[in-house]
């Protein structure tokens, strides 16, 4: 299962690439097809700009992962409904501060989402947090795909003020897309409600079954976003907000984003914060990577943090110098690593003087079918010089994106002040609403065969004029193409990275 989500994530990112570098769909598709396995699932998010390095000497080779509990594998867990009578939702403690809201998870650790009202109903639908994602959209009523008719999707029937712009919107990936309308509408998150054209999707395809969410939130820094919508509206009073994630085997889900300030209860002693290097996606140099205290002897790098994103990817060389510090770990191919189930090798990542370590609950996965443990950092590079830090880094801090002052801090996270379960649902369609069914509160989650991580990617796609579009918020110089974006322009991961998709209005 898990190396199903990582390939996926992996041609995803694969898809932005050749199809910013080679141009047209069809030489995308053929690139594709070359070097990626068509069955992969997930997805990153986060926009690519340049092609990757990694020859077909590192094509993946992902071994399942089993979310464990104080180190144990939890298969025979049955704390957690089967996908098979709906999605698993482990629902986050309630926010109380001001224009704050809770993180759900899928019970995996794989997607972080938050309900979202959207339209003059309020109609709540999960929507993924992406960072590293330019584009929003959620799912239309009018689509029969098979993603749609397991999800609670959105329509003119929902809102009083549902606009159709009449305009198209696409959005590729490496093995499927989504397609739909664009319409305007409000849409609210954490008591801030604006309103905004966004994507509905009237197809998707089916990797899209493998998640909770409805849609995709676009939280990167370019322009037309939601997050830049409550900005021109001057909603807040600092344009910022400070994301937690929870980690399911630690028992309770206080997972929180908030917006305009942070929440001192979240994070102990001061932040650090490292200057962005793109006005249009959250990326940040790197200083080094240490295991055990020792340097791997990586330097000069950049580092695009990604919410969207499962787990952690970077140059195949530097993924090889990391691993040799750790004893016992091997690979087959040069992506991905075994590493012994019992290492204490503590890694950790360095940004502006301060180093912030990687639990091994995160780190190293739960044994597989044969009884061996991989690393969840892979060597796989997407853009030259770039690591992509998505959730397995992110557990472990506080996290502060800044964009006033353009940057982004770590904290060490606080320890929570009480430890309960968090309430666990199964969420099934609905014709008008969600409904759930209470399941008993779990400490640790086991995902269905089906499941996958996040690494999803945002990629040009082709007008209806014949011209393909990059993903940025406006037109295409290099191109001439008249489209308009939907989302924000930068994407990365599911995957997930994770799920940053590239909307093209025509």
Same mark, same amino acid.
């Given at each position: ?418 430890? !309960?379960?968090?309430? +666990? /649902?199964? #969420?099934?369609? $609905?014709?008008?609403? %969600?409904?759930?069914?209470?399941? @008993?509160?779990? *400490? ?13 990617? !945002?990629?040009?796609? +082709? /007008?209806? #004029?014949?011209? $393909?579009?990059?993903? %940025?918020?406006?037109?295409?110089? @290099?191109?001439? *193409? ?18 940053? /998709? ?5």
């Amino acid at each position: 299962m898990h190396r199903v989500f990582i390939l996926l994530q992996l041609s995803l990112w694969v898809a932005n690439i050749y199809a910013l570098v080679l141009g047209s769909p069809e030489d995308q598709h053929t690139a594709r097809s070359q070097d990626l396995d068509a069955t992969s699932k997930g997805f990153v998010t986060f926009r690519l700009v340049k092609k990757a390095t990694t020859s077909n000497k590192y094509k993946p080779a992902i071994t399942p992962r089993s979310p464990r509990s104080d180190g144990q594998d939890t298969e025979d867990s049955g704390a957690i409904a089967e996908r098979a009578t709906g999605y698993t939702v482990v629902k986050a403690q309630e926010s109380t501060l001001e224009n704050s809201a809770g993180i759900d998870q899928d019970g995996t650790d794989y997607s972080y989402f938050a309900e979202v009202e959207l339209g003059s109903e309020a109609k709540t639908l999960y929507m993924l947090l992406d960072t590293g994602a330019s584009t929003t959209w959620v799912m239309g009523s009018t689509c029969t795909s098979k993603a749609c008719t397991l999800h609670n999707t959105f329509g003119p029937d929902d809102s009083k003020t549902y606009n159709d712009t009449g305009k198209d919107y696409s959005v590729e990936y490496g093995t499927g897309s989504v397609r739909g309308h664009v319409v305007r509408d409000s849409l609210g998150l954490a008591g801030l409600s604006v309103t905004l054209p966004f994507g509905v999707a009237n197809t998707t395809s089916d990797q899209f079954t493998q998640f909770p969410f409805d849609g995709i939130l676009g939280l990167a820094t370019s322009s037309d976003t939601w997050l830049s919508a409550v900005m021109d509206a001057k909603l807040i009073d600092s344009n910022m907000f400070g994301i937690s994630l929870s980690r399911n085997s630690d028992g309770t889900n206080d997972g929180e984003i908030i917006f305009g300030a942070l929440n001192p209860d979240k994070f102990t002693g001061n932040i650090t914060y490292s200057t962005t290097k793109s006005d249009s996606s959250w990326t940040i140099p790197m200083d080094g990577i240490t295991i055990g205290g020792e340097s791997a002897g990586v330097t000069g790098r950049s580092a695009y943090i990604d919410t969207g994103t499962s787990f952690v990817f970077g140059p195949p060389d530097d993924v090889e110098a990391m691993y040799k510090l750790i004893p016992g770990s091997s690979t087959s191919d040069g992506s991905t690593y075994n590493v012994p189930c019992d290492t204490d090798s503590e890694v950790a990542f360095t940004f502006s003087g301060e180093s912030w370590k990687v639990s091994s609950k995160d780190f190293v996965s739960g044994p597989n079918g044969d009884g061996k443990c991989t690393g969840n950092i892979y060597g796989i590079e997407y853009v030259s010089g770039g690591w992509l830090l998505g959730d397995v880094f992110l557990k472990n801090v506080y996290s502060v994106f800044d964009v006033d002052n353009g940057r982004i801090g770590f904290a060490a996270k606080a320890v929570p002040k009480t430890i !309960e379960p968090s309430s +666990t /649902t199964t #969420t099934t369609p $609905t014709a008008t609403s %969600t409904s759930t069914v209470s399941t @008993s509160s779990v *400490s640790s989650a086991v995902p269905t065969d089906d499941a996958t991580g996040l690494n999803g990617h !945002e990629s040009p796609t +082709t /007008t209806s #004029t014949g011209q $393909t579009t990059d993903a %940025t918020a406006q037109p295409d110089s @290099s191109t001439g *193409s008249s489209g308009h974006k939907l989302g924000l322009g930068f994407s990365m991961a599911l995957l997930a990275s994770i799920l940053s /998709t590239m909307a093209i209005i025509v």
